[in-house]
């Protein structure tokens, strides 16, 4: 979709883009004589002066510069052509708020392979391994991820970053990630209810009790949140191709789930369930 974009220039709007592609510029290559009579000469030139940057520009693979052209509502358009270098991430913590909490777990998933990172064993590496990645994906990461990231490891993560919640929000889906995910047919079994509270629980169980199950039970949750990223935004870029002539061609087929890493324990999750309704 990136190679049918025209909204990224400056003074061309999704009325004009709508006209181009009514008039059979499809793509960047149909841009060439005769040209629309509705486009002014000046409006001619400044196409083509923007295309020939954009085009040195994905090249060298730079979504930050596009992200940074495109209207907001628009910046979907530039997953595909990304996908070889994207970062799905979520973060848990030791409280639901951004002050006074720390970072207990990150997950990351690159479409291929989920890398795993927790407090006081791996956290570190986590600074260094996401370097390699140009674009990154997150739920609500703009408010919460992002800048809780930033704040620990005292860097800014200067790549493209695509927030799903206002992207789903646009669609109609609303109710926080696990409303999106019930809402678009994606279902977490037996993690089913568990939500960021739990997760918070669940690693001062790990804390008091230091047992394997209760981290994989956290790990589970917290990979959940990251691989479902992928096929959200798959459903996300589908729906948005809806209202363009690339429906059918440029629809992308659902991602395969990765292999689960860490498995819950469901005995463990009503139990940490019962001690929460005793609480109230």
Request: glycine share 8%; proline share 5%; hydrophobic share 40%.
């Amino acid at each position: 979709m990136l190679f049918n974009t025209f909204v990224h220039i400056p003074g061309i709007g999704e009325t004009t883009e709508r006209r181009l592609w009514q008039a059979g510029i499809t793509s960047w290559d149909d841009f060439v004589e005769p040209y629309p009579e509705f486009l002014s000469g000046q409006k001619v030139r400044l196409i083509q002066d923007h295309l020939a940057r954009s085009r040195v520009q994905a090249g060298q693979q730079a979504p930050l510069d596009f992200l940074r052209q495109l209207p907001a509502a628009q910046r979907w358009r530039i997953f595909p052509h990304y996908r070889d270098s994207v970062a799905y991430l979520d973060i848990e913590t030791t409280g639901l708020s951004f002050t006074d909490h720390c970072i207990t777990t990150v997950s990351l998933y690159d479409g291929k392979e989920v890398f795993t990172y927790v407090q006081g064993e791996n956290l570190a590496d986590f600074g260094e391994d996401i370097q390699q990645y140009r674009l990154l994906v997150t739920y609500n990461g703009k408010g919460f991820d992002i800048p809780m990231l930033e704040r620990h490891f005292g860097f800014k993560l200067t790549q493209a970053h695509i927030d799903l919640r206002p992207l789903l929000q646009g669609l109609g889906f609303v109710g926080g990630l696990k409303g999106c995910e019930k809402q678009l047919g994606l279902d977490r079994g037996a993690l089913a209810g568990v939500d960021g509270y739990f997760a918070v629980l669940l690693w001062r169980e790990y804390c008091r009790t230091r047992e394997s199950r209760v981290l994989e039970t956290l790990l589970a949750y917290n990979v959940e949140d990251a691989v479902n990223l992928e096929s959200l935004l798959v459903q996300a870029y589908n729906l948005k191709l809806a209202g363009t002539p690339f429906a059918e061609s440029h629809r992308l087929p659902m991602p395969e789930m990765p292999e689960r890493a860490f498995l819950p324990d469901p005995g463990l999750i009503d139990r940490l369930r019962g001690r929460l309704r005793s609480a109230y």
